[in-house]
């Protein structure tokens, strides 16, 4: 099984500012097969990145991500209220499809 | 937007069987794979089950392999999920999610959750 540690737990930031998020695999992987969701309190996730790189339908230009083999990176360039939330990667090569345990993005 | 409106939840005892609806309406349903993913309280996501388009391919997570049963009823656009000897770790809110295509693939599409407790 892939296991998937994102690092870090917590990222605490002031609007306006850049977050990078990292997602670190147990072997190596197809980025093809490499997916980033954001999930707000009480609410479902998102998809936001799914082939390491591609932002889904709807998604701002602001986040972009990026990586091969056994390290990603989800990039927030400039942060909006709004993207405040818990960010998750997955991979989904192969089964079982595993997410990263998060990295929370709070406001400093 | 595609919509996943889930139902089924509730509270059940240690032992007991519960059974999960997806509804997903004014789709070619069969043309989507889907899975459900669960999130204990205060957690993160954990894939339980997935299931191909036709229903021919399913897999599960090692932690419900056995209990769990995904299925599906194209001609109803509706996905099942049943739950048998249910644990008090089986205890989270339960997301049904889709995407348009192959079994492997990303979740591009969620329900809002409904929520299993299993309490004695």
């Known amino acids: 099984d892939i296991v998937l540690t994102q690092s870090p737990g917590t990222l605490s930031l002031s609007p306006g500012e850049r977050a990078t998020l990292s997602c670190r695999a147990s072997q190596s992987f197809s980025s093809s097969v490499l997916a980033w969701y954001q999930q707000k309190p009480g609410q479902a996730p998102r998809l936001l990145i799914y082939g390491a790189s591609h932002r889904a339908t709807g998604i701002p230009d602001r986040f972009s991500g990026s990586g091969s083999g056994t390290d990603y990176t989800l990039t927030i360039s400039r942060l909006e209220p709004e993207d405040f939330a818990v960010y998750y990667c997955q991979q989904y090569g192969s089964t079982p499809w595993r997410f990263g345990q998060g990295t929370k993005v709070e406001i400093k | 937007e595609v919509q996943l409106l889930e139902s089924g939840g509730g509270l059940v005892q240690p032992g007991g069987s519960l059974r999960l609806s997806c509804v997903v309406p004014?789709?070619?349903?069969?043309?989507?794979?889907m899975s459900w993913v669960r999130q204990a309280p205060g957690k993160g996501l954990e894939w339980v089950s997935g299931i191909s388009g036709s229903g021919a391919i399913t897999d599960y997570a090692a932690s419900v392999k056995g209990r769990f049963t995904i299925s599906r009823d194209n001609s109803k656009n509706t996905l099942y999920l049943q739950m048998n000897s249910l644990r008090v770790d089986d205890t989270a809110v339960y997301y049904c999610?889709?995407?348009?295509?192959?079994?492997?693939?990303?979740?591009?599409?969620w329900g809002e959750g409904t929520l299993v407790t299993v309490s004695s």
């Open positions: 999610a889709g995407r348009f295509g192959d079994f492997l693939g990303s979740f591009d599409f």
């Open positions: 004014g789709v070619i349903f069969s043309g989507y794979a």
